[in-house]
């Protein structure tokens, strides 16, 4: 007998569901077998991670609070990978909008503006630095063909060290005994706690951006030019619809979301700007998006599963398990998820004889030959 | 290795073999799903000649090729080599028997360097290459056939023609006796053309067997000793010596001679000056000059014909009068308004209609519901658009529209496109460039692939459009249907308009010589 893989025609939206849960089930069981055979309780160390996030008010918040930065920044990233730009610069984008938030709360907030402007003012000022961060190799790629995935990655260190600048710098809290942080921000510069853990207001960022989102491919010009983009660049081309534009807006809006990403971030859970408000959310945004298979809907859902991943982790060192296999963890149930969860997604096994010896016509001006005039 | 021998040319009694005959491939047929690329098709060619294949394109040269290079299995037939019957499983055993074939699309990898890319593959490579005695062998084999290139530069940094050697050493590294190259000038300079056809020489002097596919005529008679000529899949004329052929002859073999069937009827009240170009150039995507200065003017309600061998500048003349490439100079103008250098957008919204050569690959969205396709040209315009904002329920409504327009069974507007024949995907675009209210259609391969019923469907269309006072270019491969359809035949050579003839004095030969860059104007009055 023989085992193949043989290419998917089709796939409905219910079955990739379950083939994307089935990967991140049995990545969590292969995951078990190694907390196993350390000599450690595979049932103990989920059930801490499962306590952790979900076994009571304060888990449930921290998770979401967790979930907060990833599904923001992992909602833009969808938008430049749905036209093909791969803007990995996540990271630096929200470390840019972090810096626009404070700049905007160092005169706004001892200054003793209200709240209900402040905090908009932040919010643009998150949009507009992160989405300016992103301009650049966003021109580079539309108009001179510079590959983004280098440019928005080196921009990344830029953007970090600059941030760090400022906080070992002119942006040093005087009082703050000479640790690397910017003034704390006082009430009307932070979002409203509520309650549960960390969880703040910030929340409603994702959730109004998913449905904008959501809104924006089904019921737009542009979320049709975006569809199209991405389905066929020549078919565009043919439309007449611009692709510089497009990878221009697509930059600017991603740029953008993770720049409110940081804003919410520092503003809602850090309350400082400092060089350690991101723990790669930027990087890790990019597996969720790719994970949610770059819908707004399942961005949001994913986003909370990696939320309970980061705050197991912790749980699980405090059960007594070593903190390296909350990490190892994690690791096997992402490659499960990323790589077998892709792979059955395109490929089906076939159990069985080899399928027939059909080959598919392996010369590209095969076109030719097929018109010929019987 | 056998040098060519004319001594003894009589059948061997059992095998029917004629002494000196590298290979011979005999009764051959080959389907791809309907369509038959070869119809019984004997092929032989003997050690130390230069053998052409000619052919239009879709002739079926590259399939019978592909099938002597083991790349496909005929479904009928038999080859032999030196007189021993064989069967080509893979490239490997075809390589083998010392068949080696340098396709269009050269098969390297680019970020390797010339010796690694000549190892690859190799039997028996072991785990160590031995780079610096293949590079040696290699230098050894260019000097020989004056193919020039340096074995350690790796192959991105290679031009075409320098790949082109790369692939023909590979081939004469491996053995290759008999020789098979597909369409080798269609990318070289006159220079690296003229170069190729000495090593071609020389290759066959040695007693190999090189095999030329063709098109180029004049090429062909300057390096063949015989030519096999294919036409529709069938052979129309098999091994014959090239020194008794006048171009003439050969082109006549290559398009035939029938008489299109079916005429359409000629309306010759066409209108005013539609789409003008004047002296247009353009470049390839390479940056080659692919149309040198373009003198063509269509009238309203005029069809012209555009014939041509693929790859003379049709498909760059098709892209820069829908907006879709900018010419490097010229002008385009649209009735009196100038319209040099507008994109696609702009194109389209001046009433440029485009039928694209790929349907499904630009002119549609595949993988998308129809609703996404029936869109491409409207979803910026009311009443699908409002604001930004795409009004759903119009846009479905238009979509049923096309849909029944031109009674596209089956279908919704949330049907995927690709599920849909090819008939009914081309109805389907035709629709929706109708609905643009076009003053000027440019269609491409129209009718390609399509069966005949749809072929009817959609070239009555055309017509109806023309009778309706819109201007028409028809690119097409298919000479009949330019016949039928056309009012003009305009034929490109090399970037070049040759001739643009009326239909009562286009005749198949003389076109054909065109085609094939033949053409005297002394030979046939103008």
């Given at each position: 007998m023989i085992v193949s893989l043989e290419r998917r025609a089709n796939l409905t939206l219910t079955r990739r569901i379950g083939i994307q849960a089935g990967s991140v089930i049995a990545g969590a069981l292969f995951g078990g077998l190694i907390v196993w055979l350390s000599g450690y309780d595979p049932v103990k160390a989920y059930g801490e991670i499962i306590?952790?996030?979900?076994?009571?008010?304060?888990?449930?918040?921290?998770?979401?609070?967790?979930?907060?930065?990833?599904?923001?920044?992992?909602?833009?990233?969808?938008?430049?990978?749905?036209?093909?730009?791969?803007?990995?610069?996540?990271?630096?984008?929200?470390?840019?909008?972090?810096?626009?938030?404070t700049g905007i709360e160092l005169v706004g907030g001892p200054a003793g503006w209200p709240s209900q402007v402040l905090i908009p003012a932040m919010v643009a000022a998150g949009f507009a630095a992160g989405a300016a961060w992103a301009a650049l190799p966003g021109a580079l790629r539309a108009y001179l063909g510079v590959n983004e995935i280098i440019t928005t990655l080196m921009m990344n260190y830029i953007a970090i060290l600059w941030v760090n600048y400022l906080v070992y710098g002119p942006w040093k809290d005087p009082q703050g005994h000479n640790f690397p942080f910017s003034p704390r921000f006082p009430d009307n510069a932070t979002l409203r706690p509520l309650g549960l853990g960390q969880l703040h207001a910030g929340i409603v960022i994702p959730i109004v951006a998913a449905i904008v989102f959501l809104l924006l491919l089904s019921r737009t010009q542009w979320g049709y030019e975006l569809r199209i983009l991405g389905e066929n660049p020549s078919a565009a081309a043919y439309a007449g619809i611009s692709i510089r534009r497009n990878v221009m807006l697509a930059m600017l809006v991603s740029g953008g979301m993770a720049g409110i990403a940081g804003m919410v971030q520092v503003s809602g859970i850090v309350h400082v700007l400092s060089g350690?408000?991101?723990t790669n959310y930027g990087y890790t945004a990019i597996i969720v998006a790719w994970l949610g298979q770059l819908h707004p809907m399942a961005i949001l859902v994913v986003s909370m599963l990696f939320g309970a991943l980061v705050n197991g982790g912790f749980a699980v060192s405090q059960a007594g398990i070593p903190q390296a296999l909350g990490v190892l963890l994690q690791g096997v149930i992402l490659l499960f998820a990323l790589g077998a969860g892709d792979l059955f997604s395109r490929y089906r096994l076939v159990l069985g004889q080899a399928p027939g010896k059909k080959r598919a016509p392996l010369l590209p001006d095969d076109r030719s030959a097929l018109s010929a005039q019987p | 290795m056998a040098a060519a021998s004319d001594e003894g040319m009589s059948p061997h009694p059992a095998t029917g073999h004629l002494p000196g005959t590298a290979l011979a491939m005999v009764g051959i047929d080959k389907h791809f799903g309907e369509v038959l690329a070869n119809a019984s098709v004997d092929f032989s060619a003997r050690w130390g000649e230069v053998h052409a294949l000619l052919g239009e394109n879709g002739a079926g040269k590259s399939t019978l090729m592909s099938i002597l290079a083991g790349l496909y299995r005929p479904d009928n037939g038999q080859l032999l080599v030196d007189g021993q019957p064989v069967v080509l499983h893979s490239p490997k055993d075809a390589i083998k028997h010392g068949i080696g074939m340098v396709y269009q699309h050269y098969r390297l990898v680019p970020s390797q360097t010339v010796t690694e890319n000549m190892l690859l593959g190799l039997p028996g490579a072991p785990l160590r290459l031995d780079t610096r005695r293949a590079a040696r062998d290699i230098e050894e084999l260019s000097e020989r056939y004056q193919l020039r290139v340096d074995p350690y530069r790796p192959v991105w940094q290679l031009s075409v023609g320098e790949q082109q050697r790369v692939e023909i050493l590979k081939a004469l590294h491996r053995g290759a006796r008999i020789l098979i190259l597909d369409e080798p000038t269609a990318v070289l300079t006159p220079q690296e053309a003229d170069a190729l056809m000495r090593t071609i020489r020389h290759i066959a002097s040695e007693g190999r067997t090189v095999i030329f596919i063709s098109h180029k005529l004049e090429e062909v008679r300057s390096v063949a000793d015989r030519v096999t000529v294919l036409r529709a899949g069938r052979l129309v004329g098999s091994g014959l010596d090239m020194a008794e052929m006048s171009a003439r002859d050969l082109a006549r073999l290559m398009v035939g001679t029938d008489l299109p069937g079916r005429i359409r009827p000629r309306p010759r009240a066409s209108g005013a000056p539609r789409l003008t170009l004047r002296r247009l150039c353009?470049?390839?995507?390479?940056?080659?000059?692919?149309?040198?200065?373009?003198?063509?003017?269509?009238?309203?309600?005029?069809?012209?014909?555009?014939?041509?061998?693929?790859?003379?500048?049709?498909?760059?003349?098709?892209?820069?009068?829908?907006?879709?490439r900018k010419p490097a100079s010229g002008q385009v103008f649209l009735d009196d308004i100038d319209v040099t250098g507008a994109g696609a957008r702009q194109m389209a919204l001046a009433g440029v209609a485009h039928i694209p050569e790929d349907r499904l690959g630009e002119g549609l969205v595949g993988n998308l519901p129809l609703l996404d396709s029936a869109l491409m040209k409207s979803y910026y315009q009311p009443p699908i658009s409002s604001g930004p904002f795409l009004n759903l329920k119009s846009a479905v409504q238009f979509t049923r529209g096309l849909i029944a327009r031109f009674n596209v069974a089956g279908a919704t507007p949330r049907t995927i496109a690709r599920l849909l024949s090819g008939g009914q995907l081309q109805r389907f675009l035709l629709a929706r460039e109708m609905s643009m209210q076009p003053r000027a259609i440019v269609a491409v391969h129209p009718t390609r692939g399509l069966d005949v019923a749809a072929t009817h469907t959609v070239q009555e269309w055309l017509m109806s459009c023309s009778g309706e006072g819109c201007a028409l270019l028809l690119i097409s491969e298919d000479l009949d249907e330019l016949l039928q359809l056309s009012d003009r035949v305009a034929v490109l050579y090399e970037g070049s308009i040759v001739a643009a003839v009326d239909r009562e004095e286009a005749d198949r030969e003389r076109i054909g010589l065109m085609m094939i860059g033949s053409y005297q104007p002394d030979q046939v009055a103008v």
């Open positions: 306590g952790g996030s979900f076994g009571s008010g304060y888990a449930l918040g921290q998770m979401l609070a967790a979930s907060i930065p990833l599904a923001t920044i992992a909602l833009g990233t969808a938008v430049a990978f749905r036209v093909r730009v791969w803007n990995i610069g996540g990271e630096g984008q929200f470390y840019m909008g972090a810096f626009g938030a350690q408000i991101s | 353009a470049l390839d995507d390479r940056g080659l000059q692919a149309l040198r200065s373009v003198d063509l003017t269509i009238h309203a309600g005029e069809i012209v014909g555009v014939a041509g061998v693929a790859g003379n500048g049709q498909r760059e003349l098709a892209q820069v009068l829908t907006g879709m």
